[in-house]
């Protein structure tokens, strides 16, 4: 069964690049409805780009996958092979879906748009990542201040193409669920956001970005090396504010891929709420 929502429910905000645009609101909110309306397991329908839609697609996916190749992590760049996404037009979620479920066994499904913190979480331990299917405004393309479908592909999808980050996806999703209370709830969110969102590490000798945030935005892959960028703590990132509305000032670096893959998959698979109170009494750098 489908249903039919109204287009103000997805309203823009002030700061929106297409605010002042009524044919992209319009636009942007006829696309939300899609995901909407859909139901998990059911297809996934198709949404006929436009050509600016198409155009902003291929000159920051062309963008990113040059910086993807200076400051982006060997298994990013594997997903990214594995997955090959087009470069000339926006990609449909159907058929990323398909080519995702075919390497991992993780599933992209629809949604219109943000939609809370459990139920996002929550999916990914069903091996399922929830996918917004717009595009941000083709006056803007290197810019969005809300999740789009450059940063869902480019940047998870990508990532969930390799089983590797897929495994690890899901895992953190089971811990989601163990965080039955506010307070556990917002711990797992800051080491969530600090690694598989703004993660780096050492590799190779440089600093690379494992985070789908940083993989996504064309100035902050650039810009992440001017950060702050502290030893990986994991109770540093439990207590660390962030705003998602700037390029994050303190990131936290893993000494490898290894350790990173290492200490979240212990952290993840054992996370709870006595786990939470546990991390929180842990004396600072200890």
Not at 83 to 89: K, V
Not at 171 to 196: K, P, Y
């Amino acid at each position: 069964m489908s249903v039919s929502i109204a287009p103000t429910r997805f309203e823009l905000p002030a700061d929106h690049p297409g605010f002042s645009d009524p044919a992209y609101r319009a636009r942007r909110a006829r696309i939300a409805e899609i995901g909407a309306a859909h139901r998990r397991g059911d297809p996934i329908p198709d949404v006929t780009y436009t050509a600016e839609e198409d155009e902003a697609w291929r000159i920051v996916s062309a963008e990113l996958a040059g910086k993807h190749r200076k400051y982006a992590c060997a298994e990013y760049l594997l997903g990214a092979e594995r997955l090959l996404l087009p470069t000339t037009r926006v990609p449909q979620l159907r058929v990323v879906d398909e080519r995702v479920r075919g390497l991992t066994g993780f599933r992209i499904s629809p949604v219109p748009g943000l939609v809370p913190t459990r139920t996002f979480y929550g999916s990914l331990a069903e091996r399922t990542f929830l996918s917004t299917q717009y595009i941000r405004h083709h006056s803007a393309p290197f810019y969005t201040p809300e999740p789009d479908i450059v940063h869902e592909i480019i940047g998870h999808a990508i990532m969930l193409a390799n089983p590797v980050f897929a495994d690890l996806y899901e895992v953190a999703g089971r811990a989601s669920l163990r965080a039955t209370t506010d307070v556990s709830l917002e711990v797992f969110s800051r080491i969530f956001w600090f690694t598989l969102e703004f993660g780096v590490l050492h590799e190779d000798g440089a600093m690379k970005a494992y985070g789908g945030g940083l993989l996504s935005s064309y100035g902050e892959i650039e810009a992440f090396r001017d950060a702050e960028i502290r030893p990986w703590d994991l109770l540093a990132m439990a207590t660390q504010d962030y705003d998602i509305t700037h390029y994050q000032p303190i990131l936290f670096a893993a000494a490898s891929f290894e350790q990173m893959l290492t200490d979240l998959h212990t952290f993840f698979s054992s996370y709870d709420d006595k786990a939470c109170n546990q991390l929180l009494a842990e004396p600072p750098f200890g």
